[in-house]
């Protein structure tokens, strides 16, 4: 069992790319044991795999009216499955389509935990640093044992 | 007094953000069609100037659900310029991810995104299959739906192991693959392979792989369906019962020009034989008018760009000598899309797993045009029944990687010289064709054609509709605010405009 950060989003979509550029910041940082660090892309259904056997998941991903632009929020799953009530699968099906099957699909135990942390908008640097911060936090307050 | 005509919006909000269908509907019948992808991609222009190599690393992120496919396409046309050949254990590992890939596109797209349709309340609370449609295809809690995806979760896994990383593997190089899978990760593919076979021919097919096979005619396959109540209760025999009752049979029709740029080239030892003997590839590429099939000519492709918001040039061009220049004025009249206007030999073409039955003779889908032509149904019949296809060879491939584990998988490729060459190969939604011209070790020209240009295409010069614009034509809407019936229509191309956005919106 592992600790998950998975970075979701489009490097080459200027309105899709935090995801990728904190992914890029984590890059450069000691990541806790027992975490793995995945660049999610735009992969959607396709990331189920890497939510089993997993203890805690830090989503990293581009969000849209949860905070002022520039801003950085962290959600847990269930408040993004309640801003997202009614996920539906197509190509663009992203972290609400995930949530939602997720415990229909699951092979094994659920996370223990999953949280999202959003970034509204256009960001600065400070805040795709915070965020690449935040992810770990997450995890180092969650150790694997 | 003359019918009046009413021009609607199609939504198609489950299928893509960034298409619009507007239908002119004259006495509940679609008389004409606009098809208008509202997202310029640019991926070209990104290309320009760059590193031959970094078309394995762009492109792929083209789509999230065929990424495999863009890679491979960019990978081939980098082995054509390098005039490297590949070692057979390359190509078979190559082969199994792709049709891995494919196959999880299929059954995802049938009943995700397809058969949710025929929950649909409004239009078919009253069809005799309704009960039984929401309770396999209802969004998230189907039967069917819920066990698509764990099913088709476990295949993908064969692309991570194979791949090494997932997702946005990067595994295909000119001159081969860069990884090489130990013979416990091959066997554990075989396992994985072993059980898909084994839920697809129970669930999806209802039957045997052999006994489908020997479905051949429109006949037949009414026969079929009254044999045994598995084949009527599998998603297949479910699919057909209902399509039929809910007129899919009818509608959707297009002009029968079929495309097919083929798929999986064949190692010089193999068990696999190609679908029509002497092609090189196992699937057959070409283009056909009805069931008349001709040899792919690749000079024959050209791309028109008088309906699109793209810089003009003064006649269709092939994609070598294309640009891709975005330009729009409110004063240029005929754009609007943003989709450009592949032609073959000057005509529109439908692309897909219908089109590869065709040009394979696959003997039921030959039989379907000449009694039906193309029509919603058919075209989405082939598509869940693929796998029927590729799964049999699927597992040969995987068996001769086993036994010839040993051997190479990767030519030494030290740089890639200038010159031209093209990735053309048949992917989950069509034809995909990647053509790349490098100067000075520089990408100086790169051009995409997705299969959903082919069937999603605007008119053209000579204002000849796309594909889908032509199927839509005849359609017969019972209601204008929710016409489902175009939708199938739409959907039973399977159209991919968007994997790009993925952001959490706040719907509250």
Redesign the interface.
Known sequence: MKNKIIC??????E??KAGPAVYDRLCRKKIPAQTDLV???????????HLEQAKIVVFV??????TRPGQMILLTGQQ?Q???????????????YLL??LP??C?GPLPEDIF?V?IEGRCDSITLDRAADAALTLTRKNPVV | MSPETKKINIPLNRAEGDLEIKVDVTDGIITDAWSCGTMYRGFEAMMTGRGPLDGLVITPRICGICSLTHLNAAAVALDRIAQVTLPDNAIRLRNVALMAETIQSDLRQAVLMYMADFTNHKAYHRHVLFKEAVARYQILAGSSVVEVIRKTKRLIEIIAIIGGQWPHTSFMVPGGVTSIPYVPKLMQCRLIFDRFLAWYEKKVLGCSIARWQAVTTKKELAQWLEERPEHRDSEVGFFVRFAQKAGLDFCGRGDDHFLCFGNFPLPKETAVTPRVPGAGLLTTPGFARGTDCRALDAANIKEDSTCSWFEQKPAASHPYDSITRPYASGNMGKPYSWVKAPRYDGLAAETGPLAEAVMDRVPLFQDLIKETGATALVRQLARITRPARLLPDMGTWIDELLAHHADPFYTPVKTIPDGQGAGMIQAARGALGHWVTIENSKISNYQVITPTAWNGSPRDGQMQPGPWETALKGTRVKDLQNPVEAGHVIRSFDPCMVCAVHIVKNEK
């Open positions: 979701i989003g489009s490097r080459l979509v309105t899709d660049e999610g892309g735009i992969a959607g259904l396709n990331l189920l795999c991903d581009a969000v849209s009216g949860f993004v309640a801003a997202c009530p009614k996920p539906v699968y197509d190509h663009s099906a992203g972290i609400a939602a099957v229909r699909v092979h999202l959003g």
